[in-house]
């Protein structure tokens, strides 16, 4: 990853902030990184993306894989609190 993108920066502030479970599960990327990475699938599917933003869109992914583990780790904990 050359330059860090606008997701991971997201998501590295929640973190530096010190957060909650509640607010991890509440956490959603920005208006502006939905749209972008809404872009680069509809794109994506018809095969025009440039190698750097299927790169973009790939890392895109594995972050949303991270934080859907995240948010279950967070679900389960609350719920063990109860």
């Known amino acids: 990853m050359s ?3 606008p997701a991971y920066l997201e998501l ?3 973190l530096a902030a010190g957060t909650t479970p509640e ?7 920005s208006e502006p990184v939905q749209r972008r990475v809404q872009d680069l699938v509809v794109r994506n599917e018809d ?5 750097e933003e299927k790169t973009e869109l790939e890392e ?3 972050l949303q894989h991270i934080l859907i583990l ?13």
């Open 3 to 5: 330059a860090v993108s």
């Open 12 to 14: 590295v502030d929640l």
């Open 23 to 29: 607010a991890l599960i509440a956490f959603r990327p």
């Open 47 to 51: 095969g025009s993306l440039t190698p």
């Open 60 to 62: 895109f992914l594995q």
């Open 70 to 82: 995240a948010k279950a780790q967070a679900r389960r904990r609350l719920s063990l609190a109860q």
